[in-house]
């Protein structure tokens, strides 16, 4: 954990938030990503001072020199969480400490300053809690949070910079996938998302610039999501573009790619790790070809694939194509594991099933 003097946040009143007839049409759908709410958190970075002039404040456009170094050098990381609404009306979030010791480890990929893993948290409820009255009504609904950091020292030359800007936005949501399918269907890529030795394990925005136009080019395709292979023998699966991904077979074996450093640490994944172990699955981290996914697929052996991750949750994967042709996995619908791990993640982050792991924590 980074060491640093407790922050103290300052609470600047909103002067003019949403009034809540508009608010109320906002949430009543909300979809992903395209809705906010009133109030941001802001912590400012010095080399010299360290953080400091913590707030919550109105959320507002960002003024940025055009010589700011994120501009130009890219420095620039973020993380993913939801608060979720129990039953007792109280909110809460899921693993948190995981995604501040997440962000860190990307910040120092990054060459960036780490925050402490309590302000990050602190951060993260204080502008939870000022706006929970945008939490939406509908089916499976969350607040997505979203905990971001970029350089803002204004200076041309490739060097790390010295001044940086925290913040933390929220955002009502609903479902990720507007299909409505039943599962998705995924796009094998001949591009490639990250390379070993590459930024692959950090969550930073170069990262999912580089796969916007395999994304793309799934869309145009009428798929729902893009897979990509690894960088070096192009045969080995690694993720999805956003979304970590479980192969199940008929013997009660559960696979995951390994995390060897070109794929990102899911927090959704590590828990669904834990939660197949305790349904008496055999759980193994191992490589697994394109080609092997195909071969099962077709006999049989394979009966499910499920994609994961924050926004999504737990999503079955029904339909794989690519260049060479495509396949479908199961009845091409939901499998029982994929259903029964989905259904048991999302009761404990929502309270109706017990958290034996202390996952969840309370914040109002």
Known sequence: ?????????????????????????????????????????????????????????AREPIMLDPAASVLHYAQEIFE????????????????????????????????????????????VETVVKADRSWFPKV???SLYIRPFM??????????????????????????YFKSGA?????????????????????KCGGNYAASLVPTGEAFAKGHDQVVFLDA???KWIEELGGMNLFFVFEDG????????????????????LTLAREEGLTVREE?????????????????????????AVVTPVGKVAGNDGEFTIGSGGPGQLTTKLREKLVGIQRGTVEDRHGWVRRIS
């Open 253 to 272: 074996t559960m696979i995951t790619p390994p995390l060897s450093g070109t794929i990102l640490p899911g927090i959704t994944r590590d828990s669904l």
């Open 1 to 57: 954990m980074a060491k640093a003097p407790a922050i103290q946040f300052k609470h600047i009143p909103h002067p003019a938030p949403v009034p809540g007839a508009t608010r109320e049409q906002a949430i009543a759908d909300p979809g992903f990503g395209t809705v906010f709410t009133d109030h941001m958190v802001s912590i400012d970075y010095d080399e010299g001072e360290g953080w400091h002039s913590a707030r919550l404040c």
């Open 232 to 234: 070096v023998e192009r």
């Open 80 to 123: 993913g969480l939801k608060a979720y609404k129990l039953a007792d009306d109280s909110m809460a979030l899921f693993r948190p400490e995981q995604n501040a010791q997440r962000f860190n480890k990307s910040a120092r990929r990054l060459a960036m300053p780490e925050l402490p893993e309590e302000a990050f948290i602190e951060a």
């Open 287 to 311: 490589r697994y070809s394109l080609d092997q996914w195909r071969e099962d697929a077709g006999s049989g052996r394979l009966v499910e694939t499920m994609a994961c991750g924050t926004a």
């Open 182 to 202: 039943p599962a998705v269907s995924v796009w094998v890529s001949d591009y490639t998302r990250a390379a070993p030795g590459g930024t692959g394990e950090a």
């Open 150 to 175: 970029f350089a803002n020292e204004h200076f041309l030359g490739v060097r790390p910079a010295k001044k940086y800007k925290f913040l933390v936005i929220l955002s009502p949501a609903g479902n």
């Open 139 to 141: 089916e499976g609904g």
